[in-house]
């Protein structure tokens, strides 16, 4: 019967806090006013945070590049050049779906290789959404490594 199972590893609330403060910490480096939310490994929301005077969109749009992110295992960054390689209808059709963000942003949280949760940034410009996203990744990898 256990092929009919599976279990998945997920972050616990410590590390989202902890990931969430590193993103934030960039932020407040870049003088960046952005939304932060973490999720699970299955793209629930663990830990959210919202800088004051970020733009109220932005707080689901965070939502949206973590559970992209968590769902596919994918920083969202690289949607474009991958959407590149796919037929028209795809290129036309998914980014019509309701809750993804196919742009920089979102990155997943992985412990060999799977993912445990992720990280969505909005509010700043692409590039530093990204790198605040970054951050928190880094920050986490050596957490479990060390």
């Not at 793209?43 to 919202?50: E, K, M, R």
């Not at 109220?56 to 949206?64: K, T």
């Not at 990155?107 to 692409?126: C, D, H, N, Q, Y």
């Given at each position: 019967m256990s092929h009919l199972l599976r279990q998945q590893t997920s972050l616990t609330l410590t590390l989202a806090m902890q990931a969430l403060q590193a993103a934030l910490n960039r932020a407040e480096e870049l003088q960046a006013r952005v939304s932060i939310v973490v999720v699970d490994a299955s793209g629930l929301p663990v830990h959210s945070a919202h800088m004051d005077a970020a733009p109220a969109p932005s707080r689901d749009i965070a939502l949206s590049k973590a559970r992209t992110a968590a769902a596919?295992?994918?920083?969202?960054r690289d949607w474009q050049a991958r959407l590149e390689r796919c037929?028209?209808?795809v290129r036309q059709g998914l980014p019509l779906q309701p809750g993804l963000a196919l742009y920089g942003g979102g990155?997943?949280?992985r412990l060999s290789g799977e993912v445990i949760g992720a990280i969505g940034v909005s509010g700043a410009s692409e590039e530093l959404d990204c790198s605040c996203a970054r951050a928190?990744?880094?920050h986490v990898r050596s957490l479990l490594q060390g």
């Amino acid at each position: 019967m256990s092929h009919l199972l599976r279990q998945q590893t997920s972050l616990t609330l410590t590390l989202a806090m902890q990931a969430l403060q590193a993103a934030l910490n960039r932020a407040e480096e870049l003088q960046a006013r952005v939304s932060i939310v973490v999720v699970d490994a299955s793209g629930l929301p663990v830990h959210s945070a919202h800088m004051d005077a970020a733009p109220a969109p932005s707080r689901d749009i965070a939502l949206s590049k973590a559970r992209t992110a968590a769902a596919f295992n994918l920083p969202t960054r690289d949607w474009q050049a991958r959407l590149e390689r796919c037929s028209d209808a795809v290129r036309q059709g998914l980014p019509l779906q309701p809750g993804l963000a196919l742009y920089g942003g979102g990155e997943p949280f992985r412990l060999s290789g799977e993912v445990i949760g992720a990280i969505g940034v909005s509010g700043a410009s692409e590039e530093l959404d990204c790198s605040c996203a970054r951050a928190a990744v880094e920050h986490v990898r050596s957490l479990l490594q060390g």
